[in-house]
């Protein structure tokens, strides 16, 4: 992600921060700053699925490299993690977009 799609994540998980009712469980982000976010726990958990099914996939390349796996194990884990990881970015430019969205209101 660059620059300005964090500045954007950052901005929407601070806006969902607010709204929620406190007492909620606040978890220690990879910033270091105290969150009730949902969405932000919705962003580690999507983070989670990406690395699992690339490693997922890593691991069954490798172990079809020493004839421990099947050519349709490969493509079905490779397919896989290529799903996973373009329901993120989906997700992402959503995000990004509904951001830019709320830039553009009128006060």
Known sequence: MNIKQLDAVNAYSHATKQMQPSG??????SDGLKTDSAFGSLVDQAVGNVQKATESAEVTSAKALVDQADMVDVVTAVSNAEMVVD???SVRDKVISAYNDILKMPI
């Open 24 to 29: 909620l469980g606040a978890r220690d982000g």
């Open 87 to 89: 329901t993120v970015v």
